[in-house]
């Protein structure tokens, strides 16, 4: 079973500052099964990112993805009051699929 | 616009069957992979499985023994069975619409979950 490592847990940043999160995956993907997720609390996780740096319909350019192989980032360039919540990365590179424990983006 | 919706008991005993149904409204369950992932409270996203719209699925190793999708789409659903639950089978549970286009996968759409709680 792939693992994913989400670093750091909890980030705690201002509105306006730029979000940098990681995702460790434990053993080489192809960047096209990599996906990230953002979920507020009470709400159904949102697809952000696919394919490791496609943003998905609707997601606004301040969401970029990039990475390949073992590492990957989801930056967030400059945050809004709406984008504090978790974000997971999963992969659907082998089965079965998994997902990262996930990093909260908290208000400092 | 395409909706999923989870229906089913929010409470099961220990050792029953979980059993949950996924309704597609707004468009066709055909040509698509469709997903369940759950949730225990304050915790993170497990994948369940997936279903084919033809019928063909692929399950998590770790649940394998005790789930089973089926896909009815003259009722444009889908659904999970889970046997022989235990109070750490308790979470929100997440039907999810699987996108695969070329090499790349996502679930693109979600339902708004349904908790279920396992207990006596």
């Known amino acids: 079973e792939i693992v994913l490592t989400q670093s750091p847990g909890t980030l705690s940043l201002s509105p306006g500052e730029r979000a940098t999160l990681s995702c460790r995956v434990s053993?080489?993907?192809?960047?096209?099964?990599l996906a990230w997720y953002q979920q507020k609390p009470g709400q159904a996780p949102r697809l952000l990112i696919y394919g490791a740096s496609n943003r998905a319909t609707g997601i606004p350019d301040r969401f970029s993805g990039s990475g390949s192989g073992t590492d990957f980032t989801l930056t967030i360039s400059r945050l809004e009051p709406e984008n504090f919540a978790v974000y997971y990365c999963?992969?659907?590179?082998?089965?079965?699929?998994?997902f990262g424990q996930g990093t909260k983006v908290e208000i400092k | 616009q395409v909706q999923l919706q989870e229906s089913g008991p929010g409470l099961v005993k220990p050792s029953e069957t979980l059993s949950l149904t996924c309704t597609v409204s707004g468009g066709s369950i055909s040509n698509y992979y469709w997903s369940w992932i759950r949730q225990p409270p304050g915790k993170g996203l497990e994948w369940i499985g997936y279903i084919y719209y033809s019928g063909s699925t692929n399950y998590n190793p770790s649940l394998k023994s005790r789930v089973t999708i089926s896909v009815d789409t003259s009722k444009n659903q889908f659904s999970l069975k889970l046997s022989s639950v235990t109070a750490a089978d308790t979470a929100v549970y997440y039907c999810?619409?699987?996108?695969?286009?070329?090499?790349?996968?996502?679930?693109?759409?979600w339902g708004r979950g349904t908790l279920v709680t396992v207990s006596s």
């Open positions: 053993q080489s993907i192809s960047s096209s099964y």
């Open positions: 999810a619409r699987v996108r695969r286009i070329a090499d790349y996968w996502y679930f693109d759409l």
């Open positions: 999963q992969q659907y590179g082998s089965s079965p699929w998994t």
